[in-house]
């Protein structure tokens, strides 16, 4: 009797252990189940161009206001807005009337500048009144080529007419008669960072795209540098040339530049990995530690985009491991498992 008691409850306590063994087993089965599967990739370090990105107008190399020194009424416009034009030639002409009186009073102190000069050679003419002679016709002189350089106007550079204010017949008052730009070559002003003033010198190649042609990309030159900082935006001015001998790039075009000035040796990482935190702009990845299957949150600095990827300025380092996939169910520390 003892014995059948004792033998039952032996296999009672092997039936319970069995359960609680197999209860177990599920359990663990069930939390494998439950982790969170990510894909991972490792990060490595590689040289990346340094660059930054500016934008800006594009403006005429040089823009000349064509104009007389004093009022005059203009004679004569030989030129037009979008016309071509050289330089030295002839732009306006401007009322002459006032020449012909110069000229005269010109020719009679010459006359008279002559005669004392010839007087005094001789002895028939004081110095005094020799001098004054010649002072009078130097100042005639210098009167009629003031008027006679003001009764022409010239370009000084070779370009295009861009403005034109006035119309034959009208008085000049203050506005230019006439705007010409020289457009081959064009430039492009930016201010950039003083962080970047040891960094840049003239005749570094910069990248241009316009967005009237899209995606073509121009190629310019650093032709000038502000020596100074300004101590309120803490910038320094940059003048950019861009070579336009088929003048397809006009003045008033917005611009972006991308100035590379070297490399350097950084973290590079898939976008996939990059994760924005909620109602800022920090930058943050999730970091495998293949040692406890744990996943841990890092804040990360990024510098330039570079198609699918990010160079990484601070918050990773070369031969990390980092989630691409399944970022989604993830808290700071929790075991994951890889895809296959």
């Given amino acids: 009797m003892k014995g059948t008691f004792a033998k039952s409850l032996l296999m009672a306590f092997a039936v319970l252990a069995t359960a609680c063994s197999q209860k177990q087993n599920k359990q663990q089965e069930q939390n494998t189940e439950s982790l969170p ?3 991972v990739e490792t990060v490595s370090q ?3 161009i340094q660059q930054t990105s500016f934008t800006g107008t594009v403006e005429a190399f040089v823009t000349n206001n064509i104009a007389p020194q004093q009022p005059r009424r203009i004679q004569s416009i030989l030129a037009d807005v979008g016309d071509h034009v050289k330089k030295g030639q002839l732009l306006v002409k401007l009322d002459a009337s006032s020449l012909v009186q110069a000229k005269a009073q010109l020719d009679n102190y010459k006359t008279e500048y002559e005669r004392a000069k010839e ?3 001789f002895g028939g003419a004081s110095k005094s009144e020799y001098d004054a002679r010649k002072l009078a016709y130097e100042v005639a002189q210098s009167t009629y080529d003031n008027l006679q350089e003001n009764t022409t106007l010239t370009s000084p550079v070779t370009g295009v007419i861009s403005a034109r204010n ?3 017949g009208d008085m000049y008052t203050a506005a230019p008669v006439l705007v010409v730009e020289q457009i081959r070559p064009v430039k492009i002003m930016i201010n950039l960072s003083e962080t970047l003033f040891s960094k840049i010198r003239k005749g570094m190649t910069v990248y241009v795209t316009l ?4 995606d073509e990309e121009f190629k310019g030159s650093i032709t000038r540098i502000n020596p100074t900082i300004d101590n309120a935006t803490r910038t320094f001015a940059v003048e950019i040339s861009l070579p ?3 003048e397809r790039i006009r003045p008033g075009m917005f611009a972006r530049v991308t100035l590379p000035y070297g490399s350097a040796n950084r973290v590079v990482v898939s976008d996939r990995a ?3 935190l909620m109602g800022s702009g920090d930058r943050y990845v999730w970091i495998y530690n293949p040692e406890d299957n744990t996943v841990s949150y890092s804040k990360v600095e990024l510098g330039r985009r570079m198609d699918n990827e990010y160079e990484v300025l601070s918050g990773l380092s070369d031969g990390d491991k980092v989630v691409v996939m399944g970022q989604l169910a ?3 520390g929790a075991k994951v498992e890889l895809n296959d």
């Avoid at 967005?211 to 899209?214: C, N, P, T």
């Fill in 37 to 39: 599967k990510v894909t």
């Fill in 46 to 48: 590689r040289n990346v």
């Fill in 274 to 276: 990059i994760n924005k």
């Fill in 244 to 246: 336009n001998d088929d």
């Fill in 330 to 332: 993830l808290t700071n």
């Fill in 166 to 168: 006035y119309d034959n």
């Fill in 211 to 214: 967005d009237a042609y899209g």
């Fill in 119 to 121: 007087l005094y050679e």
